[in-house]
């Protein structure tokens, strides 16, 4: 944890890997075996569980639960109050048969406010998801997604612009989407 920010109320377990150049904020909390990169932000109240996998430059705002399976790729922003589940069938009986169901985010792929991104899903490479969507499928790369279920609109460039090709992505005639 050299040359890392973690805030006298955070409670960040020894078992963690943290990134040089990380801040931790208050009152936010990471599990053992939970990997943050390099260059995060960790907001406020962020609650970050075990095993977790957190890439280099990811800004994950107050708020936000990121449960165990879950893995956000390099330069991922995630909004406030965001939440990623982590069972298909949740159940409160001590008998129950809890499975985790992995998450994974792409780089450059950003996380709007209030979103619910349900366990399985693959968030691709620089996609949007806006604020509020519950996402229950894949989303493309560079697709900028909305809703309750979450659905295509259109897509993005890498630095979040709307190239405007629509629901139907985009061409070769149309536009060239740039690569990270």
């Given at each position: 944890?050299?040359?890392?920010?973690?805030?006298?109320?955070?409670n960040v377990s020894q078992d963690a890997s943290i990134g040089s150049g990380t801040s931790?904020?208050?009152?936010?909390?990471?599990?053992?075996?939970?990997?943050?990169?390099?260059?995060?932000?960790?907001?406020?109240?962020?609650?970050?569980?075990?095993?977790?996998?957190?890439?280099?430059?990811?800004?994950?705002?107050?708020?936000?639960?990121?449960?165990?399976?879950?893995?956000?790729?390099?330069?991922?922003?995630?909004?406030?109050?965001?939440?990623?589940?982590?069972?298909?069938?949740?159940?409160?009986?001590?008998?129950?048969?809890?499975?985790?169901?992995?998450?994974?985010?792409?780089?450059?792929?950003?996380?709007?406010?209030?979103?619910?991104?349900?366990?399985?899903v693959h968030l691709g490479t620089a996609c949007m998801v806006g604020a509020g969507a519950?996402?229950?499928?894949?989303?493309p790369p560079h697709a900028l997604v909305v809703g309750n279920p979450a659905r295509i609109?259109?897509?993005?460039?890498?630095?979040?612009?709307?190239?405007?090709?629509?629901?139907?992505?985009?061409?070769?005639?149309?536009?060239?989407?740039?690569?990270?």
């Amino acid at each position: 944890m050299s040359g890392a920010f973690i805030h006298p109320t955070a409670n960040v377990s020894q078992d963690a890997s943290i990134g040089s150049g990380t801040s931790i904020w208050d009152w936010t909390k990471v599990r053992e075996g939970a990997r943050i990169g390099s260059d995060c932000q960790l907001g406020q109240g962020v609650y970050i569980d075990h095993d977790v996998v957190v890439g280099d430059g990811c800004k994950i705002q107050n708020g936000v639960s990121v449960y165990h399976g879950v893995s956000l790729g390099d330069h991922v922003f995630v909004g406030p109050n965001a939440t990623f589940t982590n069972d298909l069938v949740p159940r409160a009986d001590s008998g129950a048969d809890w499975k985790v169901v992995p998450t994974v985010v792409g780089d450059h792929a950003s996380v709007g406010a209030n979103a619910t991104i349900v366990c399985g899903v693959h968030l691709g490479t620089a996609c949007m998801v806006g604020a509020g969507a519950v996402v229950v499928r894949d989303v493309p790369p560079h697709a900028l997604v909305v809703g309750n279920p979450a659905r295509i609109i259109d897509y993005v460039a890498l630095e979040g612009t709307r190239l405007g090709v629509g629901p139907d992505g985009p061409t070769q005639t149309n536009v060239d989407l740039p690569h990270p």
